[in-house]
């Protein structure tokens, strides 16, 4: 199992960007991705952390195939500093 922990910019609202990350919480539990959190900055408004749990693999997959929506939502994808840690 990993942990991944994103980081990224939004273009849209916080609350914009969550009602759509909510409203795929279906899709990713069925991808096999488990949502441990979701925040916004208290000091930057447009800046993002999310972090889910997945089997190696899931979480790319899951962004190549849902590109349209996560694009759509506000997150601004090249802006992505993505962290994967594994239980040691």
């Known amino acids: 199992m990993e942990t991944h922990v994103l980081t990224f910019t939004i273009n849209k609202s916080f609350a914009e960007w969550v009602a759509t990350y909510d409203a795929s919480l279906p899709l990713q539990k069925v991808a096999g991705i488990t949502s441990l959190y979701r925040g ?35 997150h601004v994808l090249e802006s992505t500093v993505s962290q994967v840690f594994v239980a040691g």
Not at 48 to 54: D, E, L, P, S
Not at 63 to 69: K, V
């Open 40 to 74: 916004v900055s208290r000091e930057d408004p447009t800046k993002v952390c999310a972090v889910m749990q997945a089997e190696p693999g899931v979480m790319e997959q899951f962004i190549a195939d849902n590109t349209d929506m996560i694009v759509a939502s506000g």
